[in-house]
């Protein structure tokens, strides 16, 4: 693959990917607001508690068969008929065991609720089954444009579903039916916009060829959404429904930008970087590319997002919403450095080294315990402090081997991306001065606020030159001289 060839499939990988990160949240950000405006913070905690078994499930599901068939180099018709069956008959026996577990779940919370939930939620499990191989030879392909369409189709519909519900009082279940019916629209049309449709074939053998590559990558998603979500429970264990609301509501502001950025760049960087596992030199120059551009556009979208959280609050969730501002103004800085962990764990699932993957992930969520170990008698705030100094550890940690293979360590990576932080934090002063003009509305404060923040910002990059400004500036020049010449052209 030519270096060319592959910028121009980068590029378009990545429009389409951010296509779709961008326009399935920003759908979902909508319908978001609206549920949260027709309903109560402890329905929402309802739905959190049961995150973590669900991703778990989902985890399980995928069994890291999905990864391993966009990072093995040639893949058959019987290595992906086999996974596809193989993740059917999984999510059966996961639905049944959900099923079984509801009444425990609901128990240990303290939610009888929870027990007709989890049921109903087990449906999501079986559905998903059928689109892990689709998106993975999608994702393969590089081929982010069908699930762009099929993400946005299946928000839309679903929000229209659970936001109808909402409205005619049938509370918790409309959270439940929008995310059984955005698995089954999306699952649908999937399989009508991909031709790959499986074959008659299964082979053990093939599964144990890609078992050891894919058994790793299951152990570190289990560690990962387990831990991840392990927030969840504690919350909602050991406080209230309510209290895991404004968490939840919080963390899921706090997670649209990042975990969209963090999600283009695991769809395009895994494949882009697998593409080219055998070439040191040209996955350090793609990395240091992508973390650039990255933290140019995360670290002035979390730090502005923290300084006007409270106005953000009042004006699109209403005062009922207003406990939660701490906790997103925190949980800002803990995304600030997102796109950093998954570039450079891509690095490592690219290389093939999901071994390394996994002894990072334990060495993380054992620090992760430690921090609800020690601080949750003290509250929520201190837990999400913690978070804050375990993300700064686990970009060390997460670079540690990175420095190793392609000699880029954590202090040659924060020398590349300094002058973006810096800049993102003038911008974020200047935008809290604002606070302090007599501006008595929070909607008009809010939009000066965020006009104010985009020029300077804007006008600091132009000033100061940083290389990931300085390549979008051209891209755009040259997209604009291009589309004037055509223009020109096509008038004659």
Partial sequence: MTNSYLKLQTYRAAFWSFADAVGSRLVHFVIGIVLARLLLPEQFGLIAMLTIFMAIAQSLLDSGFGSALVQKKDVTETDTSSVFYLNVFISLILAVILCLVSPLIANFYGQSELLPITQAMSVVVII???????????TRKMD??????VSLIAGIASGGFGISMAYNGYGVWSLVVQQIT????????LWLYNPWRPKLLFSF?????????GSRMLVSGLLNQIFNNLY??????LFSPVALGFYFRARTLAEMPSATLSGIVTRVSFPVFSSIQDDDARLKRALRKALGMLIFINAPVMIGLAVVAKSLVLVLLTEKWLPCVPYLQLLCIVGLLLPLHTLNLNILMAKGRSDLFL???IIKKVLLVLNIAILWRWGIVPIIGGQMVLSVLAFFLNSYYTGKLLNYNAFAQIKDVAIYCVLALIMGVVVHLVEYLPVMNAALLLVVQIMLGMVVYLLMSKFF?????SEAWYAIRHKIAIHKMQTREKNL
């Fill in 465 to 469: 030159n940083p290389p990931a400004f």
């Fill in 128 to 138: 998903n089954s059928f689109v892990v191989v689709q998106q993975a030879m999608l």
């Fill in 359 to 361: 002894r990072l992930e």
């Fill in 144 to 149: 982010f444009k069908i699930q762009a369409k």
């Fill in 232 to 237: 969840y429970v504690v919350i909602g264990r």
């Fill in 182 to 189: 955005a698995a089954l629209f999306r699952a649908i049309f």
């Fill in 205 to 213: 053998h093939a599964l144990r060829e890609m078992f050891s590559f």
